[in-house]
């Protein structure tokens, strides 16, 4: 089994962390684990793309090749679209739907929308406005993680596990909004079509 | 001993934590930073060993030396470019007879993600004619890092572990050992080793000549380096460093298993490669960096019976880094095809600024203060503030190096440019822009410099700097900035008309003037790293 993951989005919005959670469950479950960050100039706003590749054996690259990601983990719309030649045909898009126009020619919303629906797989989430209803805007990684935890070959029971152990110094209330904002990903995914 | 999920760059801290490091040096520079993150986080659990970020790579390099000078391991950390900078004492302490183990972990940057140029390490080495590590997997940069601090004091020289971005930056498992303790302070008394006047030179010169071929020796015999052949092969792949992984990645696709020849420790092992290469009809050279061996091995009279290919050839691009595409598509193999998008294209989203960045206050003070001026140039630094390069605000002509702006700006003066300003942060100025400052004042050259105080090291993540905020006009004021042309300001939106005014009289003057702007970096306040910027504006009158 191999699973790789393309995560994508603006310097800041926590590509990092997002991509921190899947890799600890995973290798909680005994799957080897690489995981190629960005540090530095990107970070400034700028496009940030991370690869995350798990597997029941070895893993060579660090990097990804190109038509052969099981997944495209959004956080951005945007974003969500600029690493397409990485996916498998068969692959799917998990995508945040709030978009961070901080460029001034970002395309009108409801093209980057409509191009992410026309894709064969593609799973829209409004990761905000879930995470809001669950406790916290900070908790949209987390409503993606839940987005996407049908499709990752981690059962979700290890991501609730993570989520208690990773925010239990944080106190048993954010333990709880990071539960809901998972579950409410999960549940969100599951409706789209 | 235990298995951790660690960066490139956390396996070599830790491992030099294992091999008994008594203290290690750098300056933040991506892709190096985290190794000294690691280590300073880790002397804040433990106590030990010493780590600490530095003025620069030179001084950094510099303070390495002298612990192991007295007997101690050390090591020193830094970015490819940041290598020129140390690069004397770099070249001069391959003289020196190393006591303590001198390990210098350097990250280059392929591609040039975050970074000026691609310049590859394992040239230097050579240059200084040392050994050096090229770790392809986590665990080689542990194990490596551990073994150089053995090589070095084998050979008494210092030992370069050369890391890439995609090893620094990527994460991945590591079985670590239980480590040894500290080397005693054992200063050997042999100081015509480390005195290197002419006479002295001379001799540890030809010492180090011909200490190259035990070196040579082991790295000949290194398990680093590793050969896979078959008599009847007649295709075969050398790789360095990550370029393994790539082809490792395609390797079952192809139809006959290459021979493979893996270089991993340096001097490469010329000897295998020459026989390694003797039954082939074809060989294809995989090198995360520059033609190093490819170069080599080509030669100025090629060998006739073989066919070599890679980046001076064109099966490799000439420049850039690898990835399991471009090896694929040099081992012959046709791409995989992934999803196309139609009808839509997706505009670019460089970096920039961070939204109420206090440098975007000072670009816009220098941009209004310059707009009614022809001719005005703006010369700029490494750091955050080189975004100013970029729109919004096109404000800036120059990026070179660290402190070149300085510098820069004075010859440009020299020329008959005016005005001319110099943008640099305060930790790049603290870095390298006191001496060419210095050269300027001497000199009462027509120019303003304006140094972007945010106090931390912002492009890197908010290092500390090395000096406070008062420190620093303390600094400026004694290397002799005249009295009335130094100006300190507070960078922010409130201020936006008085900053232009201060700009427009610092850059009317006709000789030399500072202007420095003063606001916390917004990233470092978020995290409450610091504290509270002093409110300090107006104009210091010594
Ligand atoms: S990190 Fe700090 S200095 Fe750099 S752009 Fe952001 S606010 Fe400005």
Same mark, same amino acid.
């Given at each position: /089994?191999?699973?790789?993951?393309?995560?994508?989005?603006?310097?800041?919005?926590?590509?990092?962390?997002?991509?921190? %959670?899947?890799?600890?469950?995973?290798?909680?479950?005994?799957?080897?684990?690489?995981?190629?960050?960005?540090?530095? /100039?990107?970070?400034?706003?700028?496009?940030?793309?991370?690869?995350?590749?798990?597997?029941?054996?070895? %893993?060579?690259?660090?990097?990804?090749?190109?038509?052969?990601?099981?997944? %495209?983990?959004?956080?951005?719309?945007?974003?969500?679209?600029?690493?397409?030649?990485?996916?498998?045909?068969?692959?799917?898009?998990?995508?945040?739907?709030?978009? /961070?126009?901080?460029?001034?020619?970002?395309?009108?919303?409801?093209?980057?929308?409509?191009?992410?629906?026309?894709?064969?797989?593609?799973?829209?989430?409004?990761?905000?406005?879930?995470?809001?209803?669950?406790?916290?805007?900070?908790?949209?990684? /987390?409503?993606?993680?839940?987005?996407?935890?049908?499709?990752?070959?981690?059962?979700?029971?290890?991501?609730?596990?993570?989520?208690?152990?990773?925010?239990?110094?944080?106190?048993?209330?954010?333990?709880?909004?990071?539960?809901?904002?998972?579950?409410?990903?999960?549940?969100?995914?599951?409706?789209?079509? | 001993?235990?298995?951790?999920?660690?960066?490139?760059?956390?396996?070599?801290?830790?491992?030099?934590?294992?091999?008994?490091?008594?203290?290690?040096?750098?300056?933040?520079?991506?892709?190096?930073?985290?190794?000294?993150?690691?280590?300073?986080?880790?002397?804040? $659990?433990?106590?030990?060993?010493?780590?600490?970020?530095?003025?620069?790579?030179?001084?950094?390099?510099?303070?390495?030396?002298?612990?192991?000078?007295?007997?101690?391991?050390?090591?020193? *950390?830094?970015?490819?470019?940041?290598?020129?900078?140390?690069?004397?004492?770099?070249?001069?302490?391959?003289?020196? !007879?190393?006591?303590?183990?001198?390990?210098?972990?350097?990250?280059?940057?392929?591609?040039?993600?975050?970074?000026?140029?691609?310049?590859?390490?394992?040239?230097?080495?050579?240059?200084?004619?040392?050994?050096?590590?090229?770790?392809?997997?986590? $665990?080689?940069?542990?194990?490596?890092?551990?073994?150089?601090?053995?090589?070095?004091?084998?050979?008494?020289?210092?030992?370069?572990?050369?890391?890439?971005?995609?090893?620094?930056?990527?994460?991945?498992?590591?079985?670590?050992?239980?480590?040894?303790?500290?080397?005693?302070?054992?200063?050997?008394? $042999?100081?015509?080793?480390?005195?290197?006047?002419?006479?002295?030179?001379?001799?540890?010169?030809?010492?180090?000549?011909?200490? $190259?071929?035990?070196?040579?020796?082991?790295?000949?015999?290194?398990?680093?380096?590793?050969?896979?052949?078959?008599?009847?092969?007649?295709?075969?792949?050398?790789?360095?460093?990550?370029?393994?992984?790539?082809?490792?990645?395609?390797?079952?696709?192809?139809?006959?298993?290459?021979?493979?020849?893996?270089?991993? @420790?340096?001097?490469?092992? &010329?000897?295998?490669?020459?026989?390694?290469?003797?039954?082939?009809?074809?060989?294809?050279?995989?090198?995360?960096?520059?033609?190093?061996?490819?170069?080599?091995?080509?030669?100025?009279?090629?060998?006739?019976?073989?066919?070599?290919?890679?980046?001076?050839?064109?099966?490799?691009?000439?420049?850039?880094?690898?990835?399991?595409?471009?090896?694929?598509?040099?081992?012959?193999?046709?791409?995989?095809?992934?999803?196309?998008?139609?009808?839509?294209?997706?505009?670019?989203?460089?970096?920039?600024?961070?939204?109420?960045?206090?440098?975007?206050?000072?670009?816009?003070?220098?941009?209004?203060?310059?707009?009614?001026?022809?001719?005005?140039?703006?010369?700029?630094?490494?750091?955050?503030?080189?975004?100013?390069?970029?729109?919004?605000?096109?404000?800036?002509?120059?990026?070179?190096?660290?402190? !070149?702006?300085?510098?820069?700006?004075?010859?440009?003066?020299?020329?008959?440019?005016?005005?001319?300003?110099?943008?640099?942060?305060?930790?790049?100025?603290?870095?390298?822009?006191?001496?060419?400052?210095?050269? &300027?004042?001497?000199?009462?050259?027509?120019?303003?410099?304006?140094?972007?105080?945010?106090?931390?090291?912002?492009? *890197?993540?908010?290092?500390?700097?090395?000096?406070?905020?008062?420190?620093?006009?303390?600094?400026?004021?004694?290397?002799?900035?005249?009295?009335?042309?130094?100006?300190?300001?507070? !960078?922010?939106?409130?201020?936006?008309?008085?900053?232009?005014?201060?700009?427009?009289? @610092?850059?009317?003057?006709?000789?030399?003037?500072?202007?420095?702007?003063?606001?916390?970096?917004?990233?470092?306040?978020?995290?409450?790293?610091?504290?509270?910027?002093?409110?300090?504006?107006?104009?210091?009158?010594?």
């Amino acid at each position: /089994m191999k699973f790789d993951i393309i995560l994508a989005g603006v310097g800041g919005q926590g590509v990092l962390s997002l991509s921190a %959670i899947i890799a600890s469950s995973a290798m909680r479950e005994g799957l080897a684990v690489k995981q190629s960050e960005v540090h530095g /100039m990107s970070q400034r706003g700028g496009a940030v793309l991370a690869h995350l590749r798990l597997a029941d054996g070895p %893993i060579a690259s660090d990097l990804i090749p190109r038509g052969s990601a099981a997944m %495209i983990l959004g956080m951005e719309p945007l974003e969500s679209l600029r690493y397409l030649e990485y996916l498998d045909r068969a692959g799917a898009v998990v995508s945040a739907t709030t978009p /961070m126009a901080n460029i001034a020619d970002y395309p009108p919303l409801d093209q980057v929308l409509a191009a992410i629906r026309s894709l064969p797989r593609a799973y829209l989430v409004e990761a905000e406005a879930l995470a809001r209803q669950a406790g916290s805007a900070r908790a949209s990684n /987390m409503v993606m993680v839940g987005a996407a935890s049908p499709l990752l070959p981690v059962a979700l029971s290890t991501l609730e596990h993570f989520v208690e152990t990773a925010f239990a110094a944080k106190g048993a209330k954010v333990v709880e909004t990071n539960l809901r904002a998972l579950h409410a990903g999960r549940a969100a995914a599951a409706v789209i079509p | 001993m235990g298995e951790r999920v660690l960066l490139g760059d956390e396996a070599v801290a830790l491992a030099a934590v294992h091999a008994g490091l008594t203290a290690a040096y750098g300056y933040p520079g991506t892709p190096s930073t985290e190794i000294l993150e690691y280590l300073i986080r880790h002397r804040e $659990q433990h106590g030990s060993p010493r780590a600490q970020w530095c003025a620069n790579e030179k001084t950094a390099y510099e303070a390495a030396l002298g612990v192991s000078f007295a007997g101690r391991r050390a090591l020193v *950390t830094m970015k490819h470019v940041g290598l020129n900078v140390a690069a004397d004492p770099f070249m001069n302490s391959a003289l020196v !007879a190393i006591t303590g183990g001198l390990v210098l972990a350097v990250a280059d940057d392929p591609g040039m993600h975050s970074s000026q140029n691609e310049q590859d390490s394992r040239l230097f080495a050579d240059f200084a004619r040392v050994a050096c590590f090229e770790p392809a997997t986590h $665990q080689e940069a542990y194990d490596m890092t551990l073994e150089a601090f053995d090589v070095s004091e084998r050979f008494e020289i210092p030992v370069m572990v050369r890391l890439v971005t995609r090893l620094a930056h990527s994460r991945g498992i590591v079985r670590t050992g239980d480590g040894r303790g500290e080397n005693p302070s054992d200063k050997r008394g $042999q100081a015509a080793s480390w005195i290197l006047l002419p006479a002295n030179a001379r001799r540890r010169w030809r010492a180090l000549i011909e200490r $190259q071929r035990d070196i040579r020796e082991y790295t000949a015999g290194s398990r680093f380096n590793t050969v896979e052949g078959g008599p009847a092969k007649r295709f075969g792949v050398i790789t360095t460093g990550l370029a393994r992984n790539y082809l490792l990645e395609n390797l079952a696709d192809l139809p006959e298993r290459p021979a493979l020849l893996h270089v991993g @420790a340096y001097p490469y092992p &010329a000897e295998a490669i020459r026989a390694f290469v003797a039954p082939l009809a074809r060989v294809l050279l995989l090198e995360e960096g520059y033609p190093y061996i490819e170069r080599a091995l080509r030669g100025i009279v090629p060998p006739a019976a073989l066919e070599i290919q890679g980046r001076e050839s064109g099966e490799v691009p000439p420049d850039g880094e690898l990835n399991p595409d471009i090896v694929r598509a040099a081992l012959g193999l046709p791409l995989r095809q992934g999803v196309t998008l139609e009808g839509l294209t997706l505009p670019n989203r460089p970096p920039q600024l961070c939204a109420g960045c206090p440098h975007g206050d000072s670009l816009h003070a220098i941009t209004s203060a310059l707009a009614s001026i022809p001719g005005a140039v703006v010369t700029a630094d490494i750091g955050c503030s080189t975004l100013g390069a970029l729109p919004p605000y096109n404000a800036v002509e120059t990026c070179v190096c660290m402190g !070149a702006s300085i510098g820069m700006a004075k010859g440009a003066a020299d020329a008959g440019v005016r005005p001319v300003v110099a943008v640099i942060g305060d930790s790049t100025f603290l870095h390298s822009g006191i001496t060419p400052l210095m050269d &300027a004042v001497k000199d009462g050259t027509p120019m303003t410099l304006v140094i972007l105080d945010n106090k931390t090291v912002a492009m *890197t993540g908010g290092q500390p700097t090395i000096l406070s905020s008062s420190e620093l006009v303390t600094l400026v004021h004694g290397l002799g900035v005249p009295p009335g042309h130094l100006h300190v300001i507070e !960078a922010h939106p409130r201020r936006a008309s008085e900053n232009t005014e201060t700009l427009r009289r @610092a850059v009317g003057h006709p000789g030399l003037s500072v202007v420095i702007a003063v606001r916390e970096c917004v990233e470092t306040v978020k995290r409450g790293k610091r504290e509270k910027p002093s409110a300090a504006a107006g104009e210091v009158r010594p």
